[in-house]
């Protein structure tokens, strides 16, 4: 089992920044890829940006340039920069994790979820 702990979310005036982390702890597990996603009240989760174990991004069109997102494999934990942050930004930010354990066969892959992260921008 992993477990995802997210941090970094809060309260930011407009046009401001925020940068979330999230850490994927557990044993003998292999990260192939992690990701950001929010959800708005009411609405389905939406993909923010994602990114590959071997570095590959990909990103929302409408939050390209503003956000960027970055990994630390040795910490396996993944990070969301939120520049120019505007108050449709407001959301709950959730971690997703794409995870193999290379100890279990047959190979598959697992999805994991954080407990999401408040982000609320003031205008």
């Known amino acids: 089992q992993v477990q995802l702990v997210e941090s970094g979310g809060g309260l930011v005036q407009a046009g401001g920044s925020l940068r979330l982390s999230c850490a994927a702890s557990g044993s003998s597990f292999s990260i192939n890829a992690m990701g950001w996603y929010r959800q708005f009240p009411g609405k389905q989760r939406e993909l923010v940006a994602t990114?590959?174990?071997?570095?590959?991004?990909n990103y929302a069109d409408s939050l390209k340039g503003r956000f960027t997102i970055s990994t630390d494999n040795a910490k396996n934990t993944v990070y969301l920069q939120m520049n120019s942050l505007k108050p449709e930004d407001t959301a709950v930010y959730y971690c997703?994790?794409?995870?193999?354990?290379?100890?279990?066969?047959?190979?598959?892959?697992?999805?994991?979820w954080g407990q999401g992260t408040q982000v609320t921008v003031s205008s």
């Open positions: 990114i590959t174990s071997g570095g590959s991004t």
């Open positions: 997703n994790a794409r995870i193999t354990y290379p100890t279990k066969s047959p190979s598959r892959e697992y999805g994991y």
